[in-house]
């Protein structure tokens, strides 16, 4: 598995960031390229929900794929991710094994403590192109309201179904959907950037390890998904903030 | 471009949610989606506005891939 060497490599640089604001020599501070900056200004927690499958692929395992999501979700800057079998437990304890509405993912996300739960849905999977298609969510059970509403920003910023969808307290805050094909050049360029900095285990595949193993690529389509639904998400911010520019982190 | 009309449908327990549209229109098509979601007296949510979405993101797509061929 890819992700424990990676982990461990982002562990030792926060430790020798840590050393060097501490005072201590250090004379090599590996670079993190596969982070993805955050969209909040604090730190949040974030539930990640099994994953809904549209594809009607039944070689898909939606634990096994919400597994991959939160794992994603661990390199964006300030999120912390709450384990998936919380997320298992609250919904055992409803006798179920999957959202089923915006109103149930919002319910789960309360009962967890969360301030925000991802919901993901794999529309195609096609293991041997492979291509996998998939939406992506993100329910806030407190978020604020939107303030002063600026059609002159909402204009500016791109968004023309924002002001509509922040009336609805059951409406996503951000979302996307994406289509990857690892046939396509643009995408293996893309996966490429996304898997030098994590071949640590040096296969005979190398980077393209992540265009032939399923779950591998469904790591790049979650990283990729949640790489954009940060960035709607600083827009979104920043909308709500009446287009202050203090707001966005990045 | 192709000129006929487009549908997309959904059935959801006893309803069947039918959406015609003429191609170039595809913006209020998406509009109706996020005003059905947003009614409280309906069954249609926001996981089904973004399955829809998604098909017609991808019927365009496909559309535009067959014009450059």
Known sequence: ?250 | MKTDVQQLSLVKGEHRYLFRYQPGHEADVIGAFAALASDGSSEFDWFDAAVLSYQMGRRIETEIEELRM
């Not at chain 1, 900056?37 to 594809?55: D, E, G, K, M």
Request: hydrophobic share 45%; glycine share 6%; with cysteine.
């Open chain 1, 1 to 250: 598995m890819p992700v424990l060497p990676f982990r461990f490599q982002r562990t030792s640089a926060s430790f020798a960031g840590l050393l060097v604001a501490a005072g201590c020599s250090q004379t090599k501070v590996e670079r993190n390229d596969t982070h993805i900056t955050r969209a909040f200004v604090s730190p949040v927690t974030i539930a990640v929900a099994p994953v809904l499958n549209f594809s009607g692929e039944f070689s898909l395992d939606p634990i096994a794929a919400a597994d991959l999501l939160a794992s994603e979700l661990t390199y964006v800057e300030g999120v912390t991710v709450v384990p998936l079998n919380r997320v298992m437990a609250v919904l055992a304890g409803q006798g179920r094994t999957q959202v089923d509405s915006p109103a149930h993912a919002l319910a789960v996300c309360e009962a967890l403590g969360a301030d925000a739960i991802l919901v993901g849905g794999i529309m195609e999977y096609d293991a041997y192109t492979p291509t996998v298609g998939l939406i992506l969510q993100m329910y806030e059970p407190n978020r604020p309201p939107p303030a002063a509403f600026d059609s002159l920003v909402d204009r500016r910023l791109a968004l023309p179904f924002e002001a509509s969808r922040m009336a609805d307290p059951f409406s996503p805050t951000s979302q996307v959907q994406l289509v990857q094909n690892a046939a396509h050049e643009k995408v293996q360029k893309a996966v490429k950037k996304f898997a030098d900095p994590r071949d640590e285990d040096e296969t005979h595949l190398g980077w393209r390890q992540y265009l032939k193993v399923q779950s591998l690529f469904l790591r790049f389509c979650w990283n990729d998904a949640l790489a954009r639904l940060m960035k709607q998400e600083r827009s979104r911010r920043l909308l709500l903030a009446g287009g202050a520019r203090t707001e966005d982190p990045a």
